[in-house]
T-cell receptor, first 110, second 111 residues
Framework: QKEVEQNSGPLSVPEGAIASLNCTYS??????FFWYRQYSGKSPELIMS????GDKEDGRFTAQLNKASQYVSLLIRDSQPSDSATYLC??????????FGAGTRLFVKA | DVKVTQSSRYLVKRTGEKVFLECVQD?????MFWYRQDPGLGLRLIYFSYDVKMKEKGDIPEGYSVSREKKERFSLILESASTNQTSMYLCASTRPGVEAFFGQGTRLTVV
């Protein structure tokens, strides 16, 4: 079992819809969870971090964490074509290591 | 504005060459990382360092070594480059409680 798993996609949604991205992780001791966006040919950039169970909202983005189910998700409301990218889920395990999922490709159709 | 700078954006090297990839950060972060990114495999951790002269193996350290002589600089060394090391290499830095900041990436081609 991979340490951080994501559906590779592609996930295709129409402009204005909600995009839902999911991630599961295997290390129950993980404390910090991140969502990065990566445009083709570019390096990842952080869009959300979450550390405790529940929802965290920032503009059009909402991160959700359920430690009991070892599940973290990212919702993008009012999706725009500029949101088309690969979204990487990252989990910081005990210590210093940050483990990344393989990423989910999102396409937002105009 | 935080900055992680990788020495090269693109590199082409020959099989068997010794290759140095340099990374410098200006945020006084303790922790620095080297990842490689391949299609369908995501980012895989090669090595990381949590202090000067300290290093830890990641998930795929074979064929690589690292050096951290100064806090701001973390170097990745390919001892004898092989074609299966053709990849995008990403350096990142962080400190406890802070997310990772990435450099712009180095696309290495070994021919």
């Amino acid at each position: 079992q991979k340490e951080v798993e994501q559906n590779s996609g592609p996930l295709s949604v129409p402009e204005g819809a909600i995009a839902s991205l999911n991630c599961t992780y295997s290390d129950r001791g993980s404390q910090s969870f991140f969502w990065y966006r990566q445009y083709s040919g570019k390096s990842p950039e952080l869009i959300m971090s979450i550390y405790s169970n529940g929802d965290k909202e920032d503009g059009r983005f909402t991160a959700q964490l359920n430690k009991a189910s070892q599940y973290v998700s990212l919702l993008i409301r009012d999706s725009q074509p500029s949101d088309s990218a690969t979204y990487l889920c990252a989990v910081r395990t005990g210590g210093f290591k940050t483990i990344f999922g393989a990423g989910t490709r999102l396409f937002v159709k105009a | 504005d935080v900055k992680v700078t990788q020495s090269s954006r693109y590199l082409v090297k020959r099989t068997g060459e010794k290759v140095f990839l340099e990374c410098v950060q200006d945020m006084d972060h303790e922790n620095m990382f080297w990842y490689r990114q391949d299609p369908g495999l995501g980012l895989r951790l090669i090595y990381f360092s949590y202090d000067v002269k300290m290093k830890e193996k990641g998930d795929i350290p074979e064929g690589y070594s690292v050096s951290r002589e100064k806090k701001e600089r973390f170097s990745l060394i390919l001892e004898s480059a092989s074609t299966n090391q053709t990849s995008m290499y990403l350096c990142a830095s962080t400190r406890p409680g802070v997310e990772a900041f990435f450099g712009q990436g180095t696309r290495l081609t070994v021919v």
